[in-house]
Every structure is written in structure tokens, then in C-alpha cells.
């Protein structure tokens, strides 16, 4: 007894043949369409045969300025002036005095004014500095018997030098003194009252005449 074939099931198989053979041959189409060259068939250029169209290049001469004129150069005037003038006021000279040959003619002398020292001028340098009688070795002798070590300095072990200054007047007597430097504590104050202590000086000297002065010296601080 034969098997009776199934249409529907044949067809159904050979669909999807079909189908898969649709799909190649319209790839195949597609990449065809893609990779084909075509060419045109134009007359190529004929670079010998162009014509020049190009228009003649000018050359443009360089431009050059003149030079400026000269500068005019003035002529001095010369003014002519007479070898000899005619003096219409005569000079007379009447000279008293009988010249002969031992005659002897004394040199003039012309006296210089002296310079007058104005007492009230300070000086700081003169011919003849101010001294203390003994010499300035004598003076540190008194300051250093007078003077009396500030109690509060001495306390906070305060020591150095205060830099005093003082006029050493036409008399010898020392004014307008006063600290310049000092380190405090009291030991400024005890320095400017042992110099009004001080006895007069050999004042200053400039020509000879006694001057002002102004000088300056320390008076060191040190504890024992």
C-alpha cells in the first residue's frame, strides 16, 4: 500500500528555498550595483593648446625723490672799520712829580682786613682745642671720683657709655650740655650732673682769641 505525499508539506519546504536563493541573488545584485565603474568618454585637455590669457605684466619703475635744495648760505656782512679814529676829547696828564733816573718807586702795600671772630659763633675745630687743666686723663679722674653709679642700673647690671656734649665757653665753663646717646636707667641724668660739676676749662683759641667750642666725649658706665 503507497504513502499517500503530503502537498502542503512539500511546498513548505520549498519555500524557504526559494526564499533563502531571493536573498543571495539580490545581495549579489547590491554589491554589483556598488563595485561598477563607469567611465565617461570626454575629450581630454590639451594643456599645449591653452591659450595664454594672461595680461602682460607692467614693471613700475621705482619712484626716487628729489634731493632737498641746499640751504642758502648767508654772506657775512663786512663792515669796514677805519685804521685811525679821531679822539675829539684830549686826555691831559699833570703829573707833579719830577721823574729821573735815581728815582725809586715803592711797591704799593694793600692791607687785607683782619677778619674779626664773632664771640657769639661755635666753633667745632680751632687752631687751639679747649683742654681740661691736667689733660683729659685728669678729667676721667674726676668724673670717675664723682660720679656715682645709679642705684637702679646697678640693679639690672645696666653698663655702657653715654655720649655727652657740651660748649666749652670763651671763660672755660662748660654750657648747653646735654646726652646725645645714652642707655637710660639714670645714667644719663648722672652724667650731665657730674659735667656741671666739672671746673672751668682753658678755653678754645682761633687766631688768638678765645672761642666757643663744641665737643663731644663719653663717660662709660661700668660695674666693679
Not at 49 to 57: A, C, K, P, W
Not at 124 to 136: L, N, R, S
Not at 152 to 179: H, Y
Request: with cysteine.
Amino acid at each position: 500500500m503507497e504513502t499517500k505525499k503530503n502537498k502542503k508539506a512539500d511546498l513548505s519546504l520549498k519555500s524557504g528555498l526559494f526564499m533563502n536563493i531571493g536573498l543571495i541573488i539580490s545581495i549579489a545584485l547590491v554589491l554589483l550595483a556598488f563595485e561598477w565603474k563607469s567611465y565617461d568618454n570626454g575629450d581630454l585637455l590639451k594643456l599645449a593648446e591653452v591659450s595664454d590669457n594672461f595680461e602682460n605684466l607692467i614693471e613700475v619703475p621705482p619712484t626716487t625723490q628729489p634731493p632737498p635744495p641746499p640751504p642758502k648760505i648767508q654772506q657775512p656782512e663786512i663792515t669796514v672799520v677805519p685804521d685811525e679814529e679821531e679822539i675829539e676829547d684830549e686826555v691831559e696828564v699833570d703829573l707833579d712829580i719830577d721823574f729821573t733816573d735815581e728815582t725809586e718807586i715803592e711797591d704799593a702795600i694793600f692791607n687785607e682786613p683782619e677778619e674779626e671772630e664773632n664771640a657769639e659763633t661755635v666753633f667745632t675745630i680751632v687752631e687751639h682745642q679747649p683742654a681740661f687743666p691736667g689733660g683729659i686723663g685728669a678729667f676721667y679722674k674726676f668724673v670717675q671720683k664723682k660720679m656715682k653709679y645709679p642705684s637702679q642700673a646697678r640693679r639690672m647690671g645696666i653698663e655702657g657709655k653715654v655720649f655727652v656734649q657740651f660748649v666749652v665757653d670763651t671763660d672755660g665753663s662748660l654750657t648747653d650740655i646735654k646726652v646725645i646717646r645714652g642707655i637710660g636707667v639714670g645714667c644719663d641724668e648722672e652724667a650731665i650732673r657730674v659735667l656741671k660739676m666739672a671746673p672751668k676749662w682753658n678755653a678754645g683759641r682761633q687766631r688768638g682769641v678765645p672761642v666757643k667750642v663744641r665737643m663731644t666725649l663719653p663717660i662709660t658706665f661700668k660695674l666693679s
